[in-house]
């Protein structure tokens, strides 16, 4: 497992830093307004998945009939169709977005979006069954190849386009990467089918997932769609440049636990310790993530993106520290759709949405963006109580421990002191150099309790 699942990590590691440089090499090369318009068009793709997606990823690795030809196949008719029904969707909607996100001009561009959609309908899914035996060989080589791909490609194509048009043109390649590398590595050949008992069996298990990722659509990339409606394309492109970074440990970390404890939780066993020990590592890594952004965060927005984008530093900050909060919440999720609970996971982001409503109050009167996007820190703090108390009480009966219960009450004491300025600033070398050793001693003492006396603890559980 340690193998495969250092595998897995290194594939979505390299792949995450290698779609972050991307994205920073194409925020250099355009000026903000152009970058806020490619981000808009991930905005609209980013929606459109959300909106239907039933992760059938995760229930080809959970469901017990995951791992046959005629399951597959079944997906594969259910995605095919998905993917035409948006595609067309996508097209008929192109005048209305335009007109929505003031972008009259790039009418076209949504149109060509359009049949993104219709090319993710064909990939082939049986690939994902291997994951039902924790090997990761196939899905870590989905991970990276599309990404480097897609970065070799930036450099060829900026050569000669220098607007929003780069984006569409690595999307449209991206896409087309994944669903061409999705055959090759297949494990059955590509066929469709359809048997109403495994499709009503997908949406049962879906639907709750489908409606969370709607719901985790506003409240991820709400803000974003505020911007654009509510501010400018300017501002959405340096809010954009700082979610980039912020986001990326969230996305990995996600990634790879959900991928690695899925497996482990789903077949039995040793449940109960697997499922502690991702509840302490996802508070663990929150904790060095959000000490780490509060540090140096503006130092790292300034070095990457550049003068251009430096009124956008701040955005850096106030989205680490809410993306930290993600990061706790994923071990409860992860938990939950062990055991085909994925409504918890709903009904906590509908507790998440209090905050995007105070993020659209604010908003709409016109106050300043950065209240709007930390107004997302109070909507992830209600779910994490939500979510902690289903998986302590309700749910799996774990019991976080002494040490952890410390470890989230010093991410809260960083949170405050990172919302109200009293974190040094990047420029102040010596209070980052004294906050750094802090940061080594308590990350080192949160090792040696989560990998040295953990067995005897879990014994006890």
């Known amino acids: 497992m340690i193998k495969q699942g250092s595998l897995l990590l290194g594939a979505n590691l390299i792949g995450s830093m290698v779609s972050l440089v991307r994205n920073i090499l194409i925020a250099r090369l355009l000026m903000p307004e152009d970058f806020g318009i490619g981000a808009l068009f991930v905005l609209v793709l980013t929606f459109l998945e959300m909106l239907s997606n039933l992760s059938v990823d995760r229930q080809i690795v959970q469901d017990e009939r995951g791992g046959g030809r005629r399951f597959i196949s079944n997906v594969h008719f259910f995605e095919l169709f998905k993917g035409l029904f948006l595609g067309m969707g996508l097209y008929l909607l192109a005048p209305l977005l335009s007109n929505i996100f003031k972008l009259g001009e790039a009418q076209w561009a949504f149109e060509v979006l359009s049949v993104v959609p219709v090319i993710r309908g064909f990939r082939n899914w049986s690939s994902v069954t291997e994951q039902r035996e924790s090997v990761f060989l196939k899905t870590s080589i989905m991970e990276l190849l599309p990404q480097l791909l897609s ?11 220098k607007d929003f048009t780069l984006y569409l043109y690595l999307i449209l390649f991206q896409v087309i990467f994944q669903v061409v590398l999705s055959h090759i590595l297949k494990l059955y050949r590509y066929s ?6 495994i499709l009503k069996s997908i949406f049962v298990f879906g639907w709750p997932l489908m409606v969370n990722g709607f719901l985790l659509y506003f409240f991820m990339q709400g803000d974003r769609a505020l911007l654009s409606v509510f501010y400018d394309m300017t501002l959405l492109g340096l809010f954009s440049a700082a979610f980039s970074i912020s986001i990326m440990p969230t996305v990995i970390l996600g990634k790879f636990l959900n991928s690695l404890f899925l497996p482990l939780l789903s077949r039995g066993g040793q449940v109960f310790y697997y499922r502690e020990l991702l509840v302490r590592i996802c508070i663990f890594m929150a904790f060095i993530y959000v000490l780490f952004i509060c540090v140096g965060g503006e130092f790292l927005y300034r070095a990457v993106f550049g003068e251009k984008y430096h009124s956008g530093a701040v955005f850096l900050v106030v ?28 009904y906590s982001n509908v507790v998440r949405g209090i905050g995007f409503l105070v993020a659209i109050i604010f908003a709409s009167v016109g106050v300043s963006p950065v209240y709007m996007a930390a107004s997302a820190g109070l909507g992830e703090l209600l779910a994490i109580s939500y979510q902690y108390y289903f998986v302590s009480y309700r749910g799996s009966k774990i019991n976080i421990g002494r040490f952890d219960y410390c470890l989230f009450a010093f991410l809260v004491l960083v949170v405050v002191l990172g919302y109200t300025g009293f974190v040094p600033k990047a420029y102040d070398f010596l209070a980052m150099f004294y906050m750094a050793i802090l940061v080594l001693v308590l990350s080192l003492l949160g090792f040696l309790y989560l990998f040295f006396d953990y067995k005897k603890r879990v014994c006890c559980v």
Do not use: Y
């Open 151 to 161: 970065f070799i490609l930036f450099f060829v194509i900026s050569e000669f386009v």
């Open 319 to 346: 989205l680490g520290v809410v993306h930290s909060f993600r990061i706790i919440r994923i071990a409860p999720a992860v938990i939950a759709t062990s055991v085909a609970n994925t409504k918890s996971i709903l």
């Open 192 to 197: 469709i089918c359809f048997d109403l008992d």
